[in-house]
């Protein structure tokens, strides 16, 4: 296209020397009666590769990318505005979306920093209204929507704050902006991440369902229904219950043949609490009643589940076979959500 640019340039057409590009959007300045001539022109220099249509402008207005240029005649200048497609929809991130509040409040940010940067003082104040109204649509509240479009200047205090350190945290609905508040009181910056993105939703759509998912957390309830284990594998979750049906099964094996050094052997490693429940007390396992609990990636997010599945378990009165307890410390943040929940 720079050599299009150039090519075009001529004589005859001196408008041309000043033409703006964005990628296949440009603007060109004329009169109005230069307008045909100067397309017809343009379209004879490639014209089995190249052709061009034209927008002229209509009532001082004409719409480029995101801008709509508002030609001021008296002062013979172009007045900036944002641009809306006529099949815009004002639909925007809802307030009810599962996303965590500071993307919702950056989106809004993001709209008032855009109309900031492309309006002109007159036509900003209309613009911050109908955003405001596009968002109160969409399920926020006016108060909402003034504190994220407020601009916030730090303080040298806040700059200069001493924090114990950054804490990293998967956005779990209800729970996360309880364990962030508790987590700055105490001076630690906190980190939450998103897991599920598009990318993510295409891979599951063509992963296996049921007992063919991996990277999961699961529970295995006893029939007695007072006791469950809850684990978490990166692999399969049909192999994993066959694993513990082989634990199970063989430690009772082990008993009955007297090896008791072999059945105490396998009921004190790592995943052996479901083993020896079924050992100690003869009851049996809910197999048909196993199930996955969640998904997650990464290995820190799954055992950050595994640990609030147990205390869930432990809050209905289910003792969980397992020994995960690194949350047990926000055993009353959790409790208070599953009592609300």
């Known amino acids: 296209m720079e050599d299009f640019q150039l090519r075009a340039k001529s004589d005859e057409y001196p408008e041309l020397n000043n033409w703006p590009w964005y990628v296949d959007d440009s603007v060109l300045k004329c009169k109005r009666n230069r307008s045909q001539a100067i397309l017809n022109h343009l379209n004879n220099?490639?014209?089995?590769?190249?052709?061009?249509?034209?927008e002229e402008e209509e009532e001082n207005k004409l719409a480029s990318l995101d801008l709509q240029l508002n030609v001021n005649r008296k002062t013979k200048k172009i007045e900036f505005n944002v641009?809306?497609?006529k099949t815009n929809t004002n639909i925007t991130i809802k307030k009810q979306s599962n996303h965590k509040t500071s993307i919702k409040s950056g989106i809004i940010k993001g709209y008032s920093d855009r109309a900031k940067a492309l309006c002109d003082p007159q036509y900003l104040r209309d613009e911050l209204k109908n955003i405001e109204e596009v968002f109160v649509e969409n399920g926020y509240s006016s108060k909402e929507i003034q504190r994220a479009m407020k601009d916030r200047e730090r303080t040298n205090n806040e700059e200069e704050e001493e924090t114990r350190g950054v804490v990293v945290m998967p956005n779990i609905p209800g729970f996360t902006p309880q364990f962030n508040r508790i987590a700055r009181r105490h001076k630690f910056k906190v980190a939450n991440n998103t897991e599920s993105r598009v990318k993510d939703l295409i891979t599951n759509a063509k992963t296996p369902l049921a007992d063919k998912n991996s990277q999961?957390?699961?529970i295995i309830p006893c029939k007695c229904k007072e006791n469950a284990y809850n684990g978490e594998t990166d692999r399969m979750w049909e192999s994993?219950?066959?694993?513990?049906?082989?634990?199970v099964r063989l430690t009772l094996q082990d008993a009955e043949t007297g090896d008791i050094d072999k059945a105490t052997e396998r009921t004190n490693t790592g995943d052996g609490g479901l083993a020896k429940h079924i050992l100690t007390t003869g009851h049996e396992v809910d197999w048909d009643n196993a199930k996955i609990v969640g998904r997650e990636r990464r290995w820190t997010q799954r055992k950050y589940l595994e640990g609030i599945e147990s205390l869930r378990q432990k809050n209905n009165g289910v003792k969980p076979l397992n020994s995960y307890n690194q949350l047990e410390q926000w055993q009353p943040t959790l409790y208070h959500l599953f009592k609300n929940n």
């Open 216 to 218: 999961v957390a699961y």
């Open 83 to 85: 641009h809306y497609k």
């Open 240 to 247: 994993r219950k066959k694993e513990h049906q082989d634990k």
């Open 45 to 54: 220099i490639e014209p089995d590769d190249i052709r061009f249509t034209m």
